[in-house]
Structures are given as structure tokens and as C-alpha cells.
């Protein structure tokens, strides 16, 4: 539930937060805290004008509040979707009689209709460039005489490959889907180009059908059909069908496969295939959170092979990953590995190393930027060489240590700087909002809190003798950034009742009093405070829940 709270944006109100109460609470504690509220904030209670009309706006967000979170059918909507999914087109009309299950449904309804809008005016673009470079000559340079020809003490790369393709999907409505999409490629000065319109039907829960229609000047027009089949809840499969017209004449194929769960994390899968190049493979798939394992045989012409292939997954934030695979067949034998990672928001690098018999040595540099891919292969030797290996393994991990440093680092510094800057812009009005609403809770809280701590002082209670909320600076190599704070001294010594402070799991600048001092940064709150005569401090995460007094607060008087 609270996901969705904290994916709105920051103009949204925490109601929660607002009145200080779990999110499971019960409809007495609701009224508990909204009745606590209403004699601080109640108009009639003041008469200076300028903190009366303070207090009406206060007093009104708190009833805004408790009308929301007592009503059953509209606390359910607002658990799952924010305060934004209030103000959804047609939620007005939806009875109120209704069952919270059935409100939801309704919601899902009026939101499925929105989300249908949108896709008729949404594409889902993908696209793979792969550049093929011919680097042999920096390790196969045999002739001994050929540093005596002209420009033969120049190693000599180039590019001899070359691939584009792109992809469109166009949601035609939540069911029907067209996708269009081509390619161009060239190898050694010949090319050709093809380009493929798809339009997919989704026919039921289970499964969706496909029709493919194309053509190309290299493999000529092409017609297939492609359907997808729930079987059970751990099996699918999938059967595709195609006719290449070519000037050979027609040439079908067949490919079917078949999948079924073995257990939670791992699939089976059985291929068929039949036409220009018959095969049968099967393959086991085991995918954790931490590796991702794959054993495949193939019975086929040209190609029989056995493959088996591991990668690690580190539980980082830049999502590493190592791998390794060997591949054994009639082709030869080749071994591969490699690693990945994220390198920022959008885009993840990653560097595999081919060697090979007869293949000889490969570099594989591959880049994935949101939904474009970028592919490298560079072929280093026809041989086994191990300086090849070597540089093939050590060049790009030295590379992409300097670029990290150099580029990367910086480039994600400044860009998460960007972004925090655009997100204070944006909320800057709204914040100034909840600042003046602050203060005017202050303001109005004064004579609460004199009584309050009248009350606690007589029995040795609880005393709030300071309290701050927002960025504390407390690393020393961090020394130059500014600390800030925001005092909630009277808004903290406000929520004091019988000796106790009780603040729910959620971010505090919902809080009566605080607002938020540094909107996308890391907030804490820090609490001096006085109980039974003896003085006490805590530091408590933004979110985290907070009960005071406690024992483990407690300042020992000879440090």
C-alpha cells in the first residue's frame, strides 16, 4: 500500500502522516487523532483573524483527511493509488454503496479505459546496431617481410560489417498491436535490406495469435503466422509457420516449442524446427536472484552442438554480473567470458572474450541503452594466440576503469544533481505551500504546548528541549556540504501525551509542523529531550517509527 504513496509526487499529502496514524488503523484510532486535531486547529478557538483564517485552512486539510481514510470505499482507492486516484475521471459517479472490492474494480475499469487512450497514441521503439571490426592484423602479421612494404608498419583495421534494425509497436487498441519493423546489412561492400509489418491479437487470457507479412531484397517476400498458448498454469507453448518466396522457388519452415515449469525458478523447453535448417534442441533454464544457469543439446543440420552456461549476479547497485559458457560441437569448440554492468540509470556495458577452435579470438562489446542495443564484435585472430587473450581480457577492463573515472562517475554526479535541482524547481511552489502551512501550525500550537508542557513538568514528564528535522552533515569528508534542518521543537512537544511521543512508520514532513527542508535527500529527525529530570537524545531515520521515552536514549552523565 504505501508504495504507491510514495511514488506520487510531492504535491500529494501523506493523510497518514497528517494525523500521525498507522496505516492500519482502526476507525477509533482515526477518530482519536482527529479529534486531537480539530481542538488544536478548530477555528472558534482563536481570534486573532490572520491565525483564524490559518487555523480554517489547517482544519479543513485535517477533515479532508479523516473524510477520506473513515470512508471504506474511498480509503481503498487512496491505499492503492494516492490521492490521485480521487481525481480519476468517472470516480464520481461509482455508487458509494459499494464494496471496497468493487470500488477497486470500477477504478481498474475507468483506469483501463485512460490507459487505452494512451496506447492508441504510444510506440514502443527498439533497435540493434552492430558493427563488425576486422582487427586481425594486429595479431596476425606472419609475413616476415612485411614491415618492408609500403604502410606495412601500420596495423590495418576495419569495419566489414554491419547491421541496423528497428522496431515499432503501434497499440492499436488493448487487445490488437501492430508492429513494423526493418533492417539494412552490409558485409565485405554487399548489402540488402528487409522490412516485416506484424499484427498481434491477444484472444484470451491464455494465449495470442500472429500474422507476419514481409519482404527483402536478399531472402524476398515472406508470409508467416505465429500463435502462443497457455497449456496450464506451468506450461506454454508456441508454433510458428512461415513460406520465404525466393527465386529458388518457396521454402517453408516449422518451429514449435514447447515449455513447462520444473520448479519455481526453473524451465524445461523442447524445439522442433523444420526447413532450411531441421534441428530438435532442448534445454533447462534456472534463474535465481543471485545466478542464472543454462544446459542446451541440439540434434541438427548443419549445426549439433552442447552448450552449458553460468552467470553470477552480484547484489549491488550497479547490478555486475559475471559470466562464462562453453559450446562444443560439429563447428568446433569455443569458450566465452565476460561481465556486465550498469553504468548509469539507463544503460548497461558489457565486454565478452571468444576463444575458439577453428574461430580464434573474439572481443564482444555490447552496449544496452534503454531499448537501443549497440554491438561490437571485434575479431582479434584466426588463431589461438595467448597475447590475444590476453589483451582481449585486460584492454577492456583497464578501459572501462578510465572511463569510469573519468566520464561515468562525473556524468552520474552531475546528472542526479540535474535531476534533484528539476525536482526542486518543480516542487518549489508547493513546498513554499507546505512551509507556510508549517508555521501556522506553529503558530497556532503555542498555547497547546504551554499547557502541554505545564502538565509535563509537574510530573517529571516529558519535556522536548530541542528537536530538528532534515540533512545532517556528520561525515567528515563531507564537511563542506550545508546542514538542512528545520526546527519542529513545538510541533514534536505537540504530539506529547501522558509522558509519551508515538510517531507511526511513515516520512515525517507529513507531519502537523514540519515540512519537507530538502526535497530528494536523505532526511532525519534528532530529539534532545528531558525525562524524570534526565536528559535523553535519539536520531531516527525519515520513515522509520519512533517511541520516546526509551532507556537506550538516555545521555550518561559521565560522558
Not at 485535517?62 to 475521471?89: C, F, M, N, T, W
Not at 528497428?166 to 490488437?176: F, G, H, N, R
Not at 520444473?262 to 532442448?282: C, E, V
Amino acid at each position: 500500500m504505501a508504495s504507491a504513496l510514495e511514488d506520487d509526487d510531492i504535491s500529494t499529502d501523506d493523510y497518514y502522516s497528517l494525523l500521525n496514524v498507522r496505516r492500519e488503523a482502526t476507525n477509533d484510532e482515526l477518530k482519536a487523532a482527529y479529534r486531537r486535531l480539530c481542538m488544536l486547529y478548530h477555528p472558534d478557538k482563536h481570534r486573532d483573524p490572520e491565525l483564524k483564517t490559518q487555523a480554517e485552512q489547517l482544519f479543513n486539510l485535517v477533515h479532508e483527511a479523516y473524510e477520506v481514510l473513515s470512508d471504506p470505499q474511498a480509503r481503498a482507492i487512496y491505499d492503492i493509488y494516492g490521492k490521485r486516484g480521487l481525481d480519476v475521471d468517472g470516480w464520481e459517479v461509482v455508487e458509494r454503496k459499494r464494496t471496497p472490492a468493487e470500488i477497486r474494480e470500477e477504478y481498474e475499469r475507468l483506469q483501463a479505459e485512460r490507459e487505452e487512450r494512451r496506447l492508441q497514441q504510444r510506440t514502443n521503439p527498439k533497435g540493434t546496431i552492430s558493427v563488425g571490426i576486422d582487427a586481425t592484423d594486429l595479431f596476425d602479421r606472419y609475413d616476415e617481410d612485411y614491415e618492408d612494404v609500403a604502410g606495412g608498419g601500420v596495423p590495418h583495421v576495419e569495419i566489414n560489417r554491419m547491421h541496423i534494425s528497428q522496431s515499432i509497436e503501434a497499440p492499436l487498441t488493448t487487445k490488437d498491436t501492430a508492429i513494423l519493423s526493418g533492417s539494412l546489412s552490409t558485409h565485405n561492400g554487399n548489402g540488402g535490406g528487409t522490412i516485416n509489418l506484424a499484427l498481434r491479437r491477444v484472444t484470451s487470457a491464455k494465449g495470442w495469435g500472429e500474422i507476419e507479412l514481409g519482404a527483402g531484397d536478399t531472402h524476398g517476400p515472406l508470409f508467416g503466422m505465429k500463435i502462443f498458448r497457455n497449456l496450464t498454469s506451468r506450461s506454454f507453448v508456441t508454433a510458428q509457420c512461415g513460406l520465404q518466396f525466393s527465386s529458388r522457388g518457396v521454402r517453408p519452415g516449422v518451429t514449435t516449442v514447447l515449455a513447462r515449469h520444473l520448479d519455481k525458478n526453473t524451465m524445461g523447453y523442447l524445439q522442433w524446427r523444420w526447413g532450411i535448417q531441421s534441428s530438435m534442441n532442448t534445454s533447462i533454464v534456472r534463474d535465481t536472484k543471485s545466478s542464472h544457469f543454462t544446459f542446451a543439446v541440439q540434434l541438427g543440420i548443419p549445426h549439433t552442438f552442447m552448450m552449458m552456461s553460468y552467470q553470477y549476479k552480484f547484489q549491488d547497485d550497479d547490478q555486475t554480473k559475471i559470466k562464462g559458457s562453453v559450446k562444443s560441437g560439429f563447428f568446433g569448440t569455443v569458450v566465452e567470458y565476460g561481465a556486465e554492468r550498469k553504468i548509469s540509470r539507463h544503460s548497461v556495458l558489457g565486454a565478452t572474450v571468444s576463444v575458439g577452435v577453428p574461430q580464434g579470438v573474439s572481443l564482444k562489446i555490447k552496449l544496452n541503452r534503454a531499448s537501443q542495443t549497440y554491438f561490437f564484435p571485434i575479431h582479434l585472430t584466426d588463431e589461438l594466440l595467448p597475447s590475444a587473450v590476453f589483451y582481449a581480457t585486460v584492454g577492456p577492463l583497464v578501459f572501462y576503469l578510465a572511463i569510469q573515472q573519468l566520464i561515468i562517475r562525473p556524468y552520474v554526479r552531475a546528472q542526479k544533481e540535474q535531476d534533484l535541482e528539476k525536482q526542486r524547481e518543480s516542487s518549489a511552489s508547493n513546498i513554499a505551500r507546505k512551509k507556510q502551512e508549517a508555521e501556522s501550525a506553529v503558530l497556532l500550537m503555542q498555547e497547546s504546548v504551554r499547557r502541554i508542557i505545564e502538565a509535563e513538568e509537574s510530573r517529571m514528564g516529558l519535556i522536548i528541549l530541542n528537536a530538528w528535522y532534515g540533512k545532517f552533515v556528520t561525515d567528515n569528508s563531507r564537511r563542506h556540504e550545508r546542514a538542512k534542518v528545520i526546527d519542529v521543537t513545538v510541533p514534536l512537544q505537540c504530539l506529547v501525551k501522558d509522558s509519551k511521543l508515538i510517531l507511526t512508520e511513515a516520512t515525517k514532513s507529513g507531519l502537523p509542523g514540519f515540512y519537507d527542508p530538502c526535497v530528494g535527500e536523505e532526511k532525519s529527525l534528532k530529539v534532545l529531550y528531558q525525562f524524570r529530570g534526565v536528559m535523553h537524545q535519539v536520531l531516527s531515520g525519515d520513515a522509520e517509527p519512533l517511541r520516546i521515552p526509551k532507556q537506550s536514549h538516555r545521555i550518561d552523565a559521565d560522558t
